[in-house]
């Protein structure tokens, strides 16, 4: 039985009375953190917005990997790698979020690479390198970012060019699993006015475990990834940046970790959660690439004008073993293609009490795709592809008068007209594997055609507000309050199945809203020894995009009355849920050299309205996913002066999360006698609450130019589910089930060293 919200709320400030830290980027050496959330830069304590920003240092001091990381010291968020995947981001930020990846289904958490939007989940899990900072802006975002922007929004923060002088940064890493990282970076000045930069990086590791059929490596890593950059600054006004980068991940396949043994009985499962037995095979390829010219003019002391043009493409080819067993039965080969055009202009306003950013944003982009459903067990192949096709025009404006030197209103609004045109299709074939699909499976039979929506289209506009009040009530400490809406446009399913739906799929789903209320303080107390950010929210999520899938007879197809031969997928408009929730970030500096640290956030989460034609409000069946009630992050970082031989740098956290739910559906498990198809019963799908402790040293030369640090991740080894697949309960899709889990990294440990001059 759930706690009340009210007594939670209490127990919760009295941990923050006692425990007033935060993460390490909070505590840099006392420097201003300054952020550009409000496309400008200001003042972290400034902003009111909650907003977490964490340094490159900093993600460095912790021994970050890669963006999932953020989620360590962001409350209230969960940023994985999508199942299946090694590279493909889902994130959820106070409940809001997207977990299915299927071109088609746009992400409800923006990312950004600087001032550019990457429309996909693929490719979309960066690594750490280059960077400048991360910062991660939570709650609807919709005025100053714009689409799909409903739960906040990431952005990567890459490191400018030096214009004076050259620098060369290297690093290596190496480490347990055979681990083998290689970085470089650096940028050459090429006279007063113009620069060059790039950056390199190669990461290898082996599988934390093995694919127990074919042999290859599991939970490997295999990714390079490149960008060069270049600058040019004619006049004290004029600032002209082109950049492109580039990103192949040949990661083996991820067919994840079985709970339950074969139907017949004759397949156990693994004895280690890293271990598969997939026979869809272990090639997985995946490119990204994009470039983009930023432009900026300060016409005058007050006025700048900006443009940022940005192009990007992705490609994934990927096959997916839903059932983790080594026959063709639930195998699903797929490819995933997009590109992207963007194009942003913005006016930029400071004056002596009026300051804000006004544009239009344009963004036209397609993403498209193909997948077999292999059925071997059935002799069936289902075979899916589409297309759709996005265009969105929006104009935005958002200002901040200051009407006294401590008090400061913002206004802001966007209008967005979105549009989406699609084609679906679907069909049936006999035989293991389709011809649509591989023309060389010449063995199978068909097609019968199932779906075939061609150029169908909606379009959705919306009108999203901001208004935010901040007052200064001391120099130290400001507080806010503010109300923003959020909103994600509609779209269509590309597994629509139109001989099970009637024709429901050919109109697509709506869009959904947010509407999020917010009051929070920001500061520093002790002669900046304390620094902290306090938020509490209230949020209002309407028609929220759910995706149901369900294994299904379908009479019109060969199969035994009541054995599923087919599925459905529907996205429906689920009517109302509620979000509130409070996060709190702060630091305590000890002394010079130690620093404690802590990120709580805590959220109750629930849908409460789900109208169903027959059975009227079924909210009780669905709940919120991937949002776990509380999550928190304690820390610390004590610097140790070895005088002329340098400086050693001690760090570590603890960081907890919650019990949360996978999909809009409980997975408790199944009880014994329950289940036909498996009358032993089944494990829990969703994940349980878990701990994971990270220590780093690192030792930094007196001049700086030389590092060393080893860094352990979860040291004890916690196993924790984080995604899955679950076709199990009450009966699988073809012959086996597909009850599937994917894991946290294991314990590893990392030595690294770094150069730079």
């Known amino acids: 039985m759930k706690t009340s919200l009210a007594l939670k709320l209490s127990s919760s400030i009295l941990v923050l009375s006692?425990?007033?830290?935060?993460?390490?980027?909070?505590?840099?050496?006392?420097?201003?953190?300054?952020?550009?959330?409000?496309?400008?830069?200001?003042?972290?304590?400034?902003?009111?917005?909650?907003?977490?920003?964490?340094?490159?240092?900093?993600?460095q001091d912790i021994g970050a990997i890669d963006i999932t990381d953020v989620q360590k010291v962001t409350p209230n968020a969960t940023i994985e790698v999508a199942r299946g995947s090694n590279s493909t981001l889902i994130a959820f930020?106070?409940?809001?979020?997207?977990?299915?990846?299927?071109?088609?289904?746009?992400?409800?958490?923006?990312?950004?690479?600087?001032d550019?939007?990457?429309?996909?989940?693929?490719?979309?899990?960066?690594?750490?390198?280059?960077?400048?900072?991360?910062?991660?802006?939570?709650?609807?975002?919709?005025?100053?970012?714009?689409?799909?922007?409903?739960?906040?929004?990431?952005?990567?923060?890459?490191?400018?060019?030096?214009?004076?002088?050259?620098?060369?940064?290297?690093?290596?890493?190496?480490?347990?699993?055979?681990?083998?990282?290689?970085?470089?970076?650096?940028?050459?000045?090429?006279?007063?006015?113009?620069?060059?930069?790039?950056?390199?990086?190669?990461?290898?590791?082996?599988?934390?475990?093995?694919?127990?059929?074919?042999?290859?490596?599991?939970?490997?890593?295999?990714?390079?990834?490149?960008?060069?950059?270049?600058?040019?600054?004619?006049?004290?006004?004029?600032?002209?940046?082109?950049?492109?980068?580039?990103?192949?991940?040949?990661?083996?396949?991820?067919?994840?970790?079985?709970?339950?043994?074969?139907?017949?009985g004759t397949i156990a499962v693994t004895e280690d959660e890293y271990d598969t037995r997939g026979g869809a095979g272990d090639r997985n390829e995946v490119k990204t690439k994009g470039a983009s010219l930023t432009a900026s003019w300060e016409?005058?002391?007050?006025?700048?004008?900006?443009?940022?043009?940005?192009?990007?493409?992705?490609?994934?080819?990927?096959?997916?073993?839903?059932?983790?067993?080594?026959?063709?039965?639930?195998?699903?080969?797929?490819?995933?293609?997009?590109?992207?055009?963007?194009?942003?202009?913005?006016?930029?306003?400071?004056?002596?009490?009026?300051?804000?950013?006004?544009g239009v944003y344009y963004l036209e982009g397609t993403a498209d795709g193909a997948f077999d459903t292999i059925l071997g067990g059935l002799g069936l192949t289902v075979y899916v592809a589409g297309e759709q096709q996005k265009k969105n025009l929006s104009f935005y404006g958002d200002f901040t008068y200051a009407f006294t030197?401590?008090?400061?209103?913002?206004?802001?609004?966007?209008?967005?007209?979105?549009?989406?045109?699609?084609?679906?299709?679907?069909?049936?074939?006999?035989?293991?594997?389709?011809?649509?699909?591989?023309?060389?499976?010449?063995?199978?039979?068909?097609?019968?055609?199932?779906?075939?929506?061609?150029?169908?289209?909606?379009?959705?506009?919306?009108?999203?507000?901001?208004?935010?009040?901040?007052?200064?009530?001391?120099?130290?400490?400001?507080?806010?309050?503010?109300?923003?809406?959020?909103?994600?446009?509609?779209?269509?399913?590309?597994?629509?199945?139109?001989?099970?739906?009637?024709?429901?799929?050919?109109a697509g789903f709506g869009p959904e809203t947010v509407d999020s209320y917010e009051i929070g303080a920001k500061g520093s107390l002790f002669d900046n020894r304390l620094t902290y950010a306090l938020a509490g929210f209230m949020s209002d999520y309407k028609d929220q995009q759910i995706t149901v899938q369900t294994a299904i007879y379908n009479p019109a197809l060969?199969?035994?009355?009541?054995?599923?031969?087919?599925?459905?997928?529907?996205?429906?408009?689920?009517?109302?849920?509620?979000?509130?929730?409070i996060e709190f970030e702060g630091a305590l500096r000890l002394s010079d050299n130690f620093t404690l640290n802590s990120v709580i956030g805590y959220i109750d989460a629930e849908i409460t309205e789900v109208i169903d034609a027959a059975l009227g409000n079924i909210a009780e069946q669905y709940v919120p996913q991937n949002t776990p009630e509380f999550t928190t992050r304690f820390g610390f970082a004590y610097e140790y002066d070895l005088d002329n031989k340098g400086s050693l740098k001690f760090t570590g956290s603890a960081s907890y999360r919650d019990?949360?739910?996978?999909?809009?559906?409980?997975?408790?498990?199944?009880?014994?006698?329950?289940?036909?198809?498996?009358?032993?019963?089944?494990?829990?799908?969703?994940?349980?609450?878990?701990?994971?402790?990270?220590?780093?040293?690192?030792?930094?030369?007196?001049s700086e130019r030389w590092d060393f640090g080893i860094y352990g991740r979860n040291l004890t080894d916690e196993r924790a589910r984080v995604a899955g697949y679950n076709f199990a309960n009450p009966a699988p899709l073809g012959i086996d089930s597909a009850y599937s889990t994917f894991y946290t990294s294991p314990t590893t440990v990392t030595a690294s060293i770094g150069f730079k001059y």
């Open 659 to 702: 019990e949360y739910f996978l999909f809009n559906a409980a997975n408790p498990g199944f009880a014994s006698g329950t289940n036909p198809s498996f009358p032993q019963g089944g494990p829990a799908l969703d994940p349980e609450k878990y701990t994971v402790f990270d220590l780093g040293v690192k030792w930094t030369s007196e």
């Open 116 to 264: 550019v939007y990457i429309a996909r989940p693929q490719g979309a899990v960066l690594d750490i390198f280059d960077v400048e900072r991360v910062e991660v802006l939570r709650g609807p975002q919709g005025t100053l970012y714009g689409r799909n922007t409903i739960g906040g929004a990431i952005k990567y923060v890459t490191k400018g060019l030096n214009m004076e002088e050259p620098e060369l940064k290297a690093r290596i890493n190496v480490g347990t699993y055979n681990q083998f990282d290689q970085i470089a970076s650096g940028s050459i000045p090429v006279g007063d006015t113009f620069a060059v930069g790039g950056a390199i990086a190669h990461y290898r590791r082996d599988g934390f475990g093995q694919n127990l059929f074919t042999g290859a490596d599991h939970y490997n890593k295999d990714v390079l990834a490149g960008r060069l950059s270049a600058e040019w600054q004619p006049t004290d006004t004029i600032n002209i940046r082109a950049a492109a980068d580039i990103t192949q991940d040949d990661s083996n396949a991820k067919h994840g970790h079985r709970l339950l043994p074969s139907f017949d």
């Open 93 to 114: 930020i106070r409940g809001v979020g997207q977990q299915d990846p299927v071109w088609g289904f746009e992400p409800g958490v923006g990312i950004y690479v600087d």
């Open 558 to 581: 060969p199969g035994s009355v009541g054995t599923p031969n087919d599925f459905a997928s529907t996205v429906l408009n689920a009517g109302k849920s509620e979000y509130k929730g």
């Open 405 to 506: 030197d401590r008090l400061n209103v913002s206004l802001g609004a966007r209008y967005t007209e979105d549009k989406s045109i699609a084609d679906v299709t679907r069909e049936l074939w006999f035989g293991v594997g389709s011809g649509s699909f591989d023309d060389s499976n010449t063995g199978s039979i068909g097609p019968t055609l199932l779906t075939g929506y061609s150029d169908i289209e909606r379009k959705d506009d919306e009108f999203t507000p901001r208004i935010a009040v901040d007052y200064a009530l001391t120099p130290e400490m400001n507080v806010y309050a503010s109300y923003s809406r959020g909103f994600k446009a509609g779209g269509f399913d590309p597994r629509s199945n139109a001989s099970a739906d009637q024709g429901i799929s050919r």
């Open 299 to 358: 016409a005058t002391d007050s006025l700048t004008f900006k443009s940022v043009t940005a192009y990007r493409e992705g490609e994934t080819v990927t096959p997916i073993d839903f059932d983790a067993l080594p026959q063709p039965d639930f195998d699903v080969p797929a490819f995933y293609n997009d590109d992207q055009f963007s194009q942003e202009f913005q006016v930029l306003y400071s004056g002596d009490r009026l300051s804000g950013v006004a």
């Open 18 to 59: 006692a425990m007033a830290f935060t993460d390490p980027a909070f505590a840099q050496n006392n420097d201003e953190i300054v952020v550009t959330a409000q496309r400008r830069e200001q003042s972290l304590k400034d902003v009111p917005v909650s907003v977490t920003a964490i340094s490159g240092e900093a993600l």
